[in-house]
């Protein structure tokens, strides 16, 4: 929500460091303003010798470490912000405490972080890294990269060149229409099992091998950046939440926050597609979105050019993603001059020649051609896994009677799928007490009741997909390269069920597809929970 108020300091540090020090206490404005790569602060949670976290956090200078960072400049992604979800999710091993003290050089005011949705004081997602860890271990597998998907990036590299050059040189329409659909096919195939994995630092080991992966998607037009903003820093953190303070403002009175007193914790991809789309429950109905499940379909199609044509123009010239500031990667002129000669290279040979082999309308249908193939078959994969029957949704800002915050994700029915999962487990228990206590806004709890696999545990599925039919396990480890789930899938599972968390998957990506229609038809008929 809105930020107005600055919560009172505490110069103590809280868990990281020894009680009797003391350093420079930093508030949000403060850490705010070191978010370019040229000075980079960022905030994670404390913790207790015990590794218990103290509800306080720590602040790190980590400017000069991006260059020696094994991830690369992965991690200035963090910069300016409360990089908690970042930390914990792209470190299933853990992080030195000795890095942590090295890199640190305040604390953040009390309270800073006070009102964030998620709870991390269950141990479900320590003891879900330990097993995941050790199932990698013992079948002898690469935490990042794998000679599958270095088998698999060459032939999709191969097959989208080999594509696009015969939609240059064939003569008959026809047959150009039908290597355009095939470039397009391969182009959205590279974003899902090349960048996808590249830009979340799992493709390989090298941090150079997995900054060229995260570049292909700049190759087929698209920018990395702009995916890094939008997926890594709104997406993946607070998956299918909405702030509903801000949006109650921004929808009762017309006014908008300031970027610096925006919340970080909202989930983009919910409501980019607003309102041609209502994809959260907390959106306003029109009259039109009961027909979005019919719609839909066609809608997908147009994804990528409106990403290429109008998203990532709009994120470089005014340095935002609705409420990302886009410093993190635009305030490097490198950055930006990657970005607009990237735009330039792949306009020549994406539109430019095949008008030039073609002509001016046909070089130009053979574009448009090819992205609406790359767009349906992306927006098919992606949406199936958070918008969906079944699938919840966190409304942040949410308060009862006495004024104490609601964190419970809720799915449009209004019910809490947790609820049920932990009640099972309950009665299924003679001694209630041995089952472990999870919060239902522990934050890798939420991930498991917001988003939905298809075919669990298919090797071919898994590989098609590049992970996304394995998407609990993508959001919960997605430093983790992606032919590595299908091997994870079952340790996941069990665990959450040991746990009473929800565990939705789908027999197949025809089933979930049809549910998600569903789900859009019934988002499209009603506004309350």
């Known amino acids: ?20 020090t003391v350093l420079k206490t930093i508030s949000k404005s403060e850490l705010a303003s070191h978010n370019t790569p040229h000075s980079a602060w960022c905030a994670v949670h404390s913790t207790d010798a015990s590794g218990k976290y103290t509800g306080g956090h720590v602040v790190l200078d980590i400017t000069s470490f991006a260059s020696k960072h094994p991830g690369g400049d992965l991690i200035l992604l963090a910069a300016g912000k409360d990089a908690s979800v970042l930390f914990e999710t792209y470190h299933p091993r853990g992080v030195p405490h000795s890095l942590v003290k090295k890199l640190q050089i305040g604390v953040m005011e009390k309270g800073a972080y006070e009102n964030s949705f998620y709870s991390w004081d269950s141990d479900f997602y320590k003891v879900l890294k330990q097993r995941v860890c050790e199932r990698i271990e013992e079948k002898g597998l ?9 088998i698999k990036a060459l032939f999709l590299l191969a097959g989208f060149w080999y594509s696009l050059y015969h939609m240059y040189t064939q003569t008959n329409f026809t047959n150009a229409a039908i290597a355009s659909i095939s470039m397009g096919i391969f182009a959205a195939m590279i974003g899902v099992n090349i960048q996808h994995d590249g830009n979340h630092g799992a493709f390989a080991k090298s941090k150079f091998i997995n900054k060229f992966a995260g570049w292909t998607f700049d190759m087929i037009g698209g920018s990395a950046f702009t995916w890094e903003l939008q997926h890594m820093l709104g997406h993946h953190p607070y998956t299918n939440v909405l702030d509903e303070v801000e949006h109650k403002r921004k929808e009762d009175e017309g006014v908008d926050c300031k970027l610096e007193e925006k919340d970080q914790e909202s989930d983009p991809d919910v ?24 719609y839909a379909p066609f809608l997908f199609a147009l994804m990528t050019l409106a990403k290429v044509f109008q998203q990532d123009f709009e994120i470089v010239l005014t340095g935002k993603l609705y409420h990302i500031d886009a410093a993190v990667r635009y305030g490097s002129i490198w950055n ?16 430019g020649l095949p008008i030039y082999f073609h002509g001016a309308a046909k070089g130009v249908g053979l574009f448009v051609i090819g992205h609406l193939a790359a767009g349906e078959l992306l927006a098919t994969m992606f949406i199936v896994n958070h918008v969906i029957e079944g699938v919840s949704y966190g409304h942040k800002g949410v308060t009862n009677d006495e ?15 947790m609820e049920r999962t ?30 939905v696999n298809w075919s669990s545990g298919s090797w071919f599925w898994n590989h098609f997909s590049g992970g996304l039919s394995h998407q609990i396990e993508h959001h919960l480890f997605p430093s983790i390269c992606h032919t590595n789930y299908c091997y ?12 009473g968390v929800p565990y939705q998957t789908e027999s197949s990506l025809y089933v979930a597809y049809g549910k998600m229609l569903n789900h ?10």
């Not at 929500?1 to 009797?20: E, H, I, Q, R, Y």
């Not at 004024?403 to 799928?417: C, F, L, Q, R, S």
Request: one cysteine or more; charged letters at 20%.
């Open 403 to 417: 004024g104490v915050k609601v964190a419970k994700p809720a799915t449009i029915m209004g019910d809490t799928p």
């Open 1 to 20: 929500m809105c930020k107005n108020n600055v919560p009172a300091a505490d110069a103590k540090l809280k868990g990281a460091a020894a009680a009797s």
């Open 520 to 529: 859009l038809k019934f988002l499209g008929r009603t506004k309350q929970l």
């Open 271 to 294: 409501f980019s597609s607003f309102p041609l789309m209502r994809m959260h429950p907390l959106h306003e109905v029109s009259w039109f979105h009961r027909y979005q499940h019919i």
């Open 488 to 499: 994870i899938q079952e340790v996941v599972q069990k665990t959450c069920e040991e746990y």
């Open 142 to 150: 690469q935490r990042r990269g794998s000679g599958e998907i270095l």
């Open 336 to 351: 930006v001059m990657r970005f607009w000669s990237m735009k330039i290279i792949t306009m020549f040979y994406m539109l």
């Open 422 to 451: 932990r009640e099972q487990l309950m009665n299924g228990k003679a001694d209630k007490s041995t089952v472990p206590s999870v919060p239902f806004d522990d934050w890798a709890a939420v991930q498991c009741q917001t988003s």
